[in-house]
């Protein structure tokens, strides 16, 4: 079946801009997280979706970046003016709740450069 | 922070067992110990979970000691393809609590 797919797998941006990125999580999977990989931190949890649950927002770096769940299923990640620290791979992941596994499922990521 | 140490990297022989050991002296009793892979430039991959029992799929058997504090996981016969970050972590399956937090992980090498 199909895994979660993101979008899109490359963006450069000049600082300053503001940049969108998308996720498609695994049909039916209710909790959907964001994290980013940078070569100076490693992988970092930025926030979590569950069901209609509000979202824990604790791992985002700044009040630049911001995230949506709609529908409770595709979720868009939002980085306003955008600054060279950004540059990252943001990596979506999706899982079933309520399970005793609960593992979570990756997608290709994205990777952004800001410039 | 993450609740587990592993040491940087290890290396195999193709064809032989890896052994990737991980310490999580700290978990509590609610928690499950997942390990994750990421081959360069892929997203982490899953690849086994358990809680206190040893456990076993397709990819790699798990492990666990008595008292939890450490567990192995175990690739039977390594492939060069098996070259990546192992990740192992600790964490709760649902809830607040359910994010991956990662640390640097064991980097394995196969060699031929």
């Known amino acids: 079946g199909a895994g979660v797919s993101q979008s899109p797998s490359n963006k450069v941006t000049e600082k300053g801009k503001d940049v969108e990125l998308r996720c498609d999580p695994i049909?039916?999977?209710?909790?959907l997280y964001w994290y980013r990989q940078s070569l100076g931190q490693g992988l970092e949890f930025l926030i979590y979706?569950?069901?209609?649950?509000?979202?824990?927002k604790s791992g985002l770096p700044s009040d630049r970046f911001s995230a949506e769940r709609t529908g409770g299923s595709v979720s868009t990640l939002t980085i306003q003016r955008t600054q060279q620290e950004d540059s990252a791979v943001y990596l979506c992941?999706?899982?079933?709740?309520?399970?005793?596994?609960?593992?979570?499922?990756f997608g290709p990521g994205t990777r952004l450069t800001v410039t | 922070d993450a609740k587990t140490t592993q040491p940087p990297s290890m290396d195999c022989a193709e064809g032989r067992a890896a052994n990737l050991p991980c310490n999580h002296s700290?978990?509590?009793?609610?928690?499950?110990v997942y390990w994750y892979r990421q081959i360069h430039s892929q997203g982490p991959q899953y690849i086994i979970h358990?809680?206190?029992n040893n456990e076993t799929n397709e990819m790699a058997s798990l492990i666990i000691t008595e008292d939890r504090k450490s567990s192995t996981l175990i690739l039977p016969h390594a492939t060069l393809r098996d070259t990546a970050v192992y990740y192992c972590i600790v964490r709760e399956p649902t809830g607040a609590n359910s994010k991956l937090t990662f640390g640097k992980g064991i980097t394995l090498s196969v060699r031929p």
């Open positions: 979706f569950q069901g209609n649950s509000a979202p824990d």
């Open positions: 992941a999706s899982s079933l709740v309520g399970t005793s596994g609960s593992e979570q499922y």
């Open positions: 049909s039916g999977h209710t909790a």
């Open positions: 358990g809680l206190k």
């Open positions: 700290t978990i509590s009793g609610n928690e499950y």
